[in-house]
């Protein structure tokens, strides 16, 4: 079978999780149309880390810590953003109730232009136009997230192309690989206590369906507070990925 006559069924969908990617890597994948595929493996959900270049203007409705140029009133059905890194240019869109109160997507988050952002998403054509559809988004503070997603985004392609292996128990299957896996023994060294107690209870839970928040804090017996902030640190350094509603975390 051609990859041009290649069905739905023989793409994996499994427990693909979010994968990493830059806006080069999407545009290859969109240009090529539906189903979208990178290595035969089905792309659901993608992560991005891209400065924003420009906002409609309605963001500033939503978020209110930062102080905008001027608040508009809001009766769009979407929020609209254009996201750059050093591959390309790239569109994306938040899709919202007319006269909502407020936006999942940007809980939290303080329209910076020229800043990076986090982004979670999925790919779609809309009105002929390739997006991101944004489904989380989240202020990036720290150059070092800007490396560790391009780390992702390599260690994603040695995985597609079974150089590593996702999960841990599993031999790889070469010397180099080998060497890779040694090298990343000592991964959680920079964690503090309770962010590795957390990393380790997800690593053994983890079977790319994620793991809930409340799993969690049951689990680790930290206390709420330091749970969720641990939990929110480790996705900012880039060890875990989240949902949009913030409650089931994934192993990067």
């Avoid at 693909?16 to 290595?39: R, W």
């Avoid at 750059?84 to 997507?105: H, L, W, Y």
């Avoid at 959680?188 to 983890?206: F, H, P, S, T």
Wanted: proline residues 3%; hydrophobic residues 35%.
């Amino acid at each position: 079978m051609t990859q041009s006559t290649m069905s739905r069924d023989s793409i994996q969908r499994k427990d693909q999780g979010y994968i990493p990617m830059n806006i080069q890597m999407i545009q290859t994948i969109m240009e090529k149309g539906k189903p979208y595929v990178i290595s035969n493996i089905g792309v659901d959900n993608i992560t991005l880390v891209a400065k924003v270049k420009s906002l409609s203007p309605n963001i500033y409705k939503y978020c209110k810590t930062q102080n905008s140029p001027e608040v508009v009133s809001d009766k769009g059905g979407s929020i609209e953003m254009t996201l750059e890194d050093e591959t390309g240019t790239i569109n994306g869109i938040i899709f919202k109730r007319t006269g909502a109160e407020s936006v999942k997507p940007i809980l939290g988050f303080e329209p910076k232009l020229n800043s990076y952002a986090f982004i979670i998403g999925s790919l779609m054509n809309f009105n002929g136009n390739d997006v991101i559809v944004v489904a989380r988004m989240q202020n990036v503070n720290e150059y070092s997230f800007v490396v560790m997603h391009r780390v992702q985004i390599f260690w994603a392609f040695l995985v597609r192309n079974g150089i590593m292996h996702a999960n841990i128990n599993e031999k790889p299957s070469s010397d180099f690989a080998e060497r890779l896996n040694q090298a990343d023994n000592d991964d959680y060294a920079q964690l503090n206590k309770d962010q590795r107690i957390i990393m380790e209870y997800i690593k053994n839970k983890e079977l790319g369906t994620g793991v809930h928040k409340d799993e969690i804090f049951k689990a680790c017996r930290l206390g709420n507070d330091i749970t969720r902030n641990a939990l929110d640190q480790l996705v900012e350094y880039g060890f875990l990925y989240t949902n949009a509603e913030c409650d089931i975390f994934y192993l990067t």
